[in-house]
């Protein structure tokens, strides 16, 4: 694979054939993530953890996909952990810290930052996020959620309809998303957002030049109506300099009263979490937890597996990992949560 040894620092790195081998090795890797399975394949490798923007989910999946892995990690979240807080220069950090550990995880509230840190040091880093910029790992496993999905459902994604919603301006699963979308055919993007929070235009010209339909519209209802997907996303507070300035009209709620009016049967809402669930809050609402359609969990269960897949293929493992999984003999559950049971029923 071409990714052996290599940076992940952009969804830009994947092409259609990247896509679906690490879709097939996710798969073999799912038993290892829940704990069904073992193995140690990088026994001995230690993974280093650098989050200079504050991260709980994200953060504790890449450290659970490197032991599944057999692999140590060592973490450090917050500037004030760093030399850099004495002056030292991101490029040193990068070049001294980088020499203490097979890979490393770095996310950055900097969009350039996570570059400048690539150049320092030839130990593999995986963006783990760049302020506004992107999230590479997000969204391949938003591309296997959502395979996986339309597989069940007898669809495509060649041909579908994607409804974007929310903070498509700062949010970078979204920029990710589509670049890895855009590798597809014949997709219909409608980008429901208010104008401030609007979709750079760099993503919309890259699906644009490869004959992708765009459409931008401020009416949810018409933008989710013919959607076989929903990727709503929060607006992200934390890249507003006031408080005021991300007013946000709660004609961009979605609720099980709009999806049943509106959506189709076969359909997937997907989120990238976490979501605000407090009442009143202007983002996906809990109460469409128990509809079969939204895929928020099964999505962020299979966060583990596919880093767990890029973290073996960057470190060149993962034509080895097959033969390396053995039984486990502890107790594992047979659904991730109490409310996978109808779902996993439904899927088979």
């Not at 937890?289 to 060149?316: C, E, H, K, Y």
Request: hydrophobic share 40%; net charge neutral.
């Amino acid at each position: 694979m071409k990714l052996k040894g290599q940076h992940l620092l952009s969804s830009a790195q994947f092409d259609i054939d990247t896509l679906n081998y690490l879709y097939n090795l996710i798969d073999i890797l799912v038993p290892v993530a829940r704990g069904q399975l073992q193995t140690d394949i990088l026994h001995g490798a230690v993974m280093g953890s650098l989050f200079f923007e504050a991260s709980t989910r994200t953060r504790l999946s890449f450290d659970a996909a490197f032991m599944r892995l057999g692999g140590s990690v060592s973490n450090t979240t917050g500037v004030s952990f760093s030399s850099i807080v004495k002056g030292e220069s991101l490029e040193d950090t990068a070049r001294v810290i980088g020499g203490y550990f097979d890979v490393l995880v770095v996310r950055h509230q900097e969009e350039q930052a996570i570059y400048d840190i690539a150049t320092a040091t030839n130990c593999p880093l995986i963006n783990g996020g760049n302020g506004a910029g992107e999230h590479p790992t997000q969204a391949l496993l938003d591309m296997y959620t959502l395979n996986a999905e339309f597989k069940r459902m007898d669809k495509q994604i060649n041909g579908s309809t994607i409804a974007m919603v929310g903070d498509l301006r700062h949010g970078r699963t979204v920029h990710s998303l589509m670049r890895l979308l855009s590798l597809y055919k014949n997709i219909t993007f409608n980008l429901v957002a208010p104008n401030f929070l609007s979709m750079p235009d760099k993503f919309i010209q890259l699906a644009g030049d490869l004959g992708h339909t765009i459409i931008q519209t401020e009416n949810l209802q018409e933008g989710i109506k013919a959607a076989d997907m929903i990727y709503a996303t929060r607006v992200q507070k934390e890249r507003f300099a006031e408080a005021g300035d991300y007013v946000y009209s709660d004609a961009f709620r979605i609720n099980a009263a709009m999806i049943n009016t509106y959506c189709k049967k076969d359909m997937v809402i997907m989120h990238p979490l976490p979501r605000d669930a407090r009442e009143g809050a202007n983002d996906l609402s809990s109460d469409l937890n128990a509809d079969t359609r939204l895929a928020i969990f099964r999505q962020s269960d299979a966060g583990v597996p596919t880093r767990m897949a890029l973290f073996a293929t960057i470190l060149g493992v993962d034509k080895d990992i097959a033969k390396s999984l053995r039984q486990s003999s502890w107790f594992t559950p047979k659904y991730s949560g109490p409310q996978d049971a109808p779902w996993y029923k439904m899927r088979s």
